[in-house]
């Protein structure tokens, strides 16, 4: 049932693609459907699916020329190009059905910002898929007194933090196992824990979840500590000082902190100078490590008292 809901998610992904696309990707089994992370266009090329194994160019599919990278742009922003130019300057659009198409082509910048992109020349269309019911026994973890401690999600790149920290967002904000709903607010910076599309949530963050997207991080946390009284503060891969000194704002409002941060383990954590303010502030108290094992993942709690 598993690998149907995945090959499922695939095959929506894939209908956001131009007809001669898809008859590519149907060529692949069931299988690598289900592993699928992303569908990859770059012009000169062909296309290609990434796969646990590395990408992987399906059968008889054509070339991609600049013209057809053009046109997705357009397909995805419904041939409003100019209403979506802020968040092609990022360099990504966001679909129904919580997709996310990563863009490369040539900047366009304005007083030194990227205000757009023009000459596409490479897209990615990412395949996210929610993972339910992974967070409930970490939860009971972390929480034995039914109280959240400001806790760490580490692991390192397609480790699994944000599929995690969603789970765990959705498991706080619905309640379970006798613990109360709590009021989460959710800086998704890069659209990818809700995926938001036309003010809704495309992917599953529970009923009591307040979303800013596409605001960085920085701005957002003052943000949403002033417009939504959060219980519960969530945000995705900390990596700036803006953050790191938002974050430490916030948790002296008396709010929990849930955040995720590139690290293998606790120890490598340790070891990055720009989170000793956080430790040695105790922000967070405990870690959730993710580890890969072949096709699972472990997680393992420990502190950071």
């Not at 490479?122 to 970490?138: H, N, Q, T």
């Not at 999600?153 to 309640?175: A, E, Q, V």
Request: hydrophobic share 40%; glycine share 10%; with cysteine.
């Amino acid at each position: 049932m598993e690998q149907q809901a995945a090959v499922t998610r695939f095959r929506q992904a894939a209908e956001l693609l131009e007809g001669k696309w898809q008859r590519g990707l149907r060529q692949l089994t069931e299988e690598q459907m289900a592993s699928c992370e992303e569908i990859r266009l770059r012009a000169g090329g062909h296309m290609t699916v990434l796969l646990p194994e590395g990408e992987v160019v399906p059968d008889a599919a054509p070339a991609v020329t600049h013209q057809d990278l053009e046109r997705l742009c357009d397909m995805l922003t419904a041939y409003s190009r100019y209403a979506s130019a802020d968040a092609m300057g990022r360099g990504y659009l966001q679909t129904k059905g919580g997709f996310r198409v990563g863009l490369c082509g040539t900047a366009v910048l304005r007083e030194g910002v990227v205000a757009n992109l023009r000459d596409i020349s490479s897209a990615s269309l990412r395949i996210g898929r929610e993972v339910k019911d992974v967070a409930g026994p970490i939860l009971k973890e972390l929480m034995p007194d039914g109280t959240l401690p400001g806790t760490l999600l580490l692991s390192g790149p397609g480790g699994g933090k944000t599929t995690l920290l969603r789970d765990m967002i959705r498991c706080l904000s619905d309640g379970q196992a006798g613990r109360r709903p709590l009021r989460v607010a959710l800086a998704d910076e890069r659209g990818e824990i809700a995926a938001m599309y036309q003010g809704l949530p495309q992917l599953d963050v529970g009923g009591h979840t307040d979303v800013l997207d596409g605001c960085p991080k920085a701005m957002a946390i003052p943000m949403l500590l002033r417009s939504m009284n959060p219980q519960v503060l969530a945000v995705d891969e900390i990596t700036e000082t803006e953050d790191i000194r938002a974050i430490l704002s916030a948790a002296n409002c008396g709010v929990t902190m849930l955040a995720t941060i590139h690290a293998a383990d606790v120890a490598e954590l340790r070891r990055k100078p720009l989170f000793r303010r956080l430790l040695q502030a105790k922000v967070f108290t405990k870690a959730v490590v993710i580890q890969r094992l072949e096709a699972q993942r472990q997680y393992l709690v420990e502190d950071l008292a």
